[in-house]
């Protein structure tokens, strides 16, 4: 694998794979790595820089593979490690980096180490591993219930997640020593970098203090209020320490860290240069469509890049949220208070209406300054799965919130890639999680034929970004086009226009259009659109 020595990642798109949902080509309705390898033609086709693979090592998949047995392998699910070596050297090989994700802050209750605990009596060295006590805390799980589960020699063991996934005590010096040998063992391997799970939340504040009311951790959404299990200032130590493991292998390697900040001041401190190179930037993907909202949000993004000199890159979606088509075509109120009448299709979806703001939202996240990641399946409109039958679900949020919480199945059923049913050339067997009917038209090959189709646009718009020396990193400059439009310039000779509202309104003077995300109707800009001027 050839790394250039730029911070490429700086103005990269990153392609997000979540592996079991990808392509299948052992045929038992789970993607694999060998499906991944039969389908880098379209990864390169679409353009994008690297790809970031979730999990795909040895699981027992109480939580889709985020509860790892052996951080060094591959689950024979998803094949072997030849299989994950060809991946890396034959996307290498047209140019594609692969960023694996390290799930750092919990492991799986198989994991052999959790195991020897288990066996283990209270108080012995095998424990303290992890984070075992007499009492427990107040903590709750962010997966909904307690964060503690009771063994039967009166001991608590701690999960911030399920009770499948125990978290690791990150103040022992085996758990550190463990994930820097795993990082090597990936480096080695020829890995562009990491995508680090969970990434606020590894150590704890001594002591375990209670939470105090009100402010235990909600699912997947930043907590503004200071947490004893969040941001704890160790954590900037041993981030640098990882950095510098990853400098001393040849080309610049990549750590982005999954940290759900509520605003730019939680964010500046992992920002420095000398630990974490990104941190995403999840705070587009909870917004209503509002172009003063986006706005907010993309004004503070920006500061918070340039005043640290750090790298935000730009989310509209992964396979924890829903899907930004369905997100898009539901009554705006409530997406800003999003209930589960949504995901248990209760709520009447527009999926025209979803789509086109989708596909100007896309335009509007590759223009921006910066970094962007792409979760597999929105470069083809797919919107969320909202009629999963209940007994289908996998989700362990969905059982342990007593089912008050649908949880994240509906953003991760496999993709459809030809055909006109399921399983829509995924592979030879039922899938996993089931298909909806009516995803023919949003299959990659039907999309492929069509010059105006969602796959056509990013395929575009990635094309344009690779030539274009005013898009990827740098700044933007804003032009006041009325309050539903949101217009930046950007040097040399870029215009970005996006309409939030559904009158249509004139384009400021440019040279030509180079893409636009629906018709235009002459030099008026429809509503829900967005176009790219030089
Ligand atoms: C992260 C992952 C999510 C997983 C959780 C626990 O938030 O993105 O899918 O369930 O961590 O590992």
């Known amino acids: 694998m050839e790394f250039d020595s730029g911070q ?18 052992s045929g038992d309705g789970e993607g694999d790595l060998a499906g991944v390898v039969s389908r880098l033609e379209h990864l390169d086709r679409l353009g994008v ?19 790892v047995a052996d951080y060094r392998g591959v689950d024979p699910r998803y094949g072997t490690p030849a299989d994950f070596d060809r991946l890396v050297a034959e996307a290498g090989a047209r140019g594609i980096k692969v960023i694996v994700d390290i799930v750092p802050n919990h492991c799986s209750v198989a994991h052999p180490w959790f195991q020897e605990a288990l066996a283990a009596p209270p108080g012995s060295p095998e424990r303290e591993r992890f984070i075992f006590r007499d009492e ?34 990150w103040r022992h010096p085996d758990v550190a020593a463990l994930f820097e040998d795993v990082l090597r063992f990936w480096l080695d391997r020829g890995v562009a970098g990491f995508r680090i799970d969970v990434a606020a939340m590894l150590f704890k504040q001594e002591g375990l203090p209670d939470v105090a009311a009100g ?7 930043p907590g503004a209020a200071a947490v004893p299990y969040e941001h704890q200032p160790e954590l900037l130590e041993l981030y640098r320490s990882w950095r510098e493991i990853l400098g001393s292998y040849p080309g610049e390697r990549v750590m982005v860290a999954e940290i759900w900040f509520a605003g730019p001041a939680q964010a500046r401190p992992y920002l420095k240069g000398d630990g974490l190179d990104q941190l995403f930037n999840f705070r587009l993907m909870p917004l209503p469509w509002s172009a003063a909202e986006f706005r907010a949000v993309i004004d503070d993004s920006c500061l918070l890049a340039a005043e640290t000199g750090g790298s935000v890159p730009w989310v509209l979606g992964n396979h924890d949220v829903p899907r930004m088509v369905t997100r898009f075509g539901i009554d705006q109120e409530l997406v800003r208070a999003p209930t589960d009448e949504v995901l248990l299709g209760r709520v009447e979806v527009d999926i025209a209406l979803g789509t086109r703001r989708a596909r100007a939202a896309a335009l509007l996240l590759l223009a921006l300054p910066g970094a962007a990641y792409v979760y597999q399946g929105d470069e083809l409109g797919l919107p969320e799965h909202l009629t999963i039958q209940d007994e289908r679900r996998q989700d362990p949020m969905f059982e342990r919130t007593a089912r008050t919480f649908i949880g994240r199945d509906g953003c991760r059923v496999p993709l459809p890639w030809s ?46 970004r690779r030539r274009n020396p005013a898009l990827g990193d740098g700044e933007l400059a804003w032009l006041e086009l009325g309050p539903e439009v949101l217009a930046f310039r950007r040097e040399p000779g ?9 009158e249509p309104v004139a384009l400021p003077a440019h040279g030509r259009v180079l893409l636009a995300s629906g018709p235009l109707d002459g030099d008026l800009l429809p509503g829900s659109t967005a176009v790219w001027l030089a």
């Open 8 to 25: 490429w990642w700086r103005d990269a798109v990153v392609y997000q794979v979540y592996p079991r949902s990808f392509a299948d080509v």
């Open 49 to 67: 820089d690297a790809i970031w693979l979730s999990p795909f090592y040895p699981s027992p998949m109480a939580d889709g593979g985020y509860d």
């Open 136 to 169: 427990p805390n107040n903590w709750h799980s962010v997966f909904g219930g307690p964060a503690w589960t009771r063994l039967a020699d009166g001991q608590w063991y701690l999960h911030l997640f399920d009770s499948a996934q125990p978290d690791w005590n």
């Open 215 to 221: 402010t235990q951790a909600a699912p997947l959404a």
């Open 419 to 464: 055909g006109e049913a399921p399983p829509y050339g995924f592979g030879a067997g039922a899938t996993w999680l089931p298909q909806p009917e009516g995803w023919g038209a949003l299959t990659a090959a039907r999309q492929d034929a069509e010059p105006d189709s969602t796959l056509a646009l990013y395929r575009a718009a990635l094309a344009e």
């Open 494 to 502: 870029f215009t970005l226009v996006a309409n939030f509202g559904d």
